[in-house]
């Protein structure tokens, strides 16, 4: 059975290579803000928009292509106070969004769905809890000369795997969840599929 992955996402690509897996990509070409936006609007818990996100960049392309298992992906950040952040728009946005995170905690949730003939067959939700330090002005400024645009498609405004540590006073849970996938459940269920050799 093929494997398609359903993101855009060249963090998603990189660990599924890393790993070892052999795998197409397509673009689910879904309006995430749309989407977002609708879930948002009905009071959808952070973990259960990343799943649902998932779930319809999944289908999207299973329908498309339904013979293959059709793996699809979302990373959430969710604030102490339920709120949750986007990507930044801009590098003034970014600042901001490094500010509201700035001393406190948050959990990164990553979402996987896989599916086959549009249908989901398989899903999982994993958390890390991210603890960040107290970031002064003059840190997110030179932050930023560094990371910016690089981090523009990041959700959080860092990447984990470069200068993104520094931010950290702690982390809570697996590192590929940070990354934009829970790689360790997605690489079972490959395993229970006969993709990967047991
Ligand atoms: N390299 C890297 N990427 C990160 C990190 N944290 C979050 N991300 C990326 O932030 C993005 C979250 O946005 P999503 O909407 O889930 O995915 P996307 O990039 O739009 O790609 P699609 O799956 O096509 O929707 C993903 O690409 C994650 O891989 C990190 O620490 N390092």
Same mark, same amino acid.
């Given at each position: 059975?093929? !494997?398609?992955?359903?993101?855009?996402?060249? *963090? %998603?690509? $990189?660990?599924?290579?890393?790993?070892?897996? +052999?795998?197409?990509?397509?673009? #689910? *070409?879904?309006?995430?803000?749309?989407?977002?936006?609708?879930? %948002?609007?009905?009071?959808?818990?952070?973990?259960? !928009?990343?799943? #649902?996100?998932?779930?319809?960049?999944?289908?999207? +392309?299973?329908?498309?292509?339904?013979? $293959?298992?059709? !793996?699809?992906?979302?990373?959430?950040?969710?604030?102490?106070?339920?709120?949750?952040?986007?990507?930044?728009?801009?590098?003034?946005?970014? #600042?901001? &969004?490094?500010?509201?995170?700035?001393?406190?905690? &948050?959990?990164?949730?990553?979402?996987?769905? =896989? $599916?086959?003939?549009?249908?989901?067959?398989?899903?999982?939700?994993?958390?890390?809890? =991210? &603890?960040?330090?107290?970031? *002064?002005?003059?840190?997110?400024?030179?932050?930023?000369? !560094?990371?910016?645009?690089?981090?523009?498609?990041?959700?959080?405004?860092?990447?984990?795997?470069?200068?993104?540590?520094?931010?950290?006073?702690?982390?809570?849970?697996?590192?590929?969840?940070?990354?934009?996938?829970?790689?360790?459940?997605?690489?079972?269920?490959?395993?229970?599929?006969?993709?990967?050799? *047991?």
């Amino acid at each position: 059975m093929r !494997l398609v992955l359903a993101s855009k996402s060249a *963090s %998603r690509r $990189a660990m599924l290579t890393a790993a070892g897996v +052999v795998f197409e990509s397509a673009s #689910a *070409s879904v309006d995430e803000e749309a989407a977002k936006a609708a879930l %948002r609007a009905d009071g959808v818990a952070p973990r259960d !928009l990343a799943d #649902a996100l998932a779930e319809l960049k999944a289908l999207r +392309v299973s329908h498309r292509d339904p013979e $293959a298992l059709v !793996l699809g992906s979302d990373s959430v950040v969710a604030l102490e106070d339920g709120s949750m952040l986007d990507k930044p728009a801009d590098r003034a946005e970014a #600042a901001d &969004h490094l500010r509201r995170l700035s001393g406190k905690r &948050h959990e990164l949730i990553s979402a996987a769905v =896989m $599916a086959i003939d549009g249908k989901p067959v398989w899903r999982v939700v994993d958390r890390a809890k =991210m &603890h960040v330090r107290p970031l *002064s002005e003059n840190f997110i400024e030179a932050y930023l000369d !560094l990371e910016w645009p690089g981090i523009s498609g990041c959700v959080g405004c860092y990447r984990i795997e470069g200068p993104g540590a520094q931010l950290f006073t702690r982390i809570e849970g697996s590192q590929f969840t940070v990354l934009g996938l829970p790689l360790l459940p997605v690489l079972d269920y490959l395993r229970v599929r006969g993709i990967l050799a *047991s």
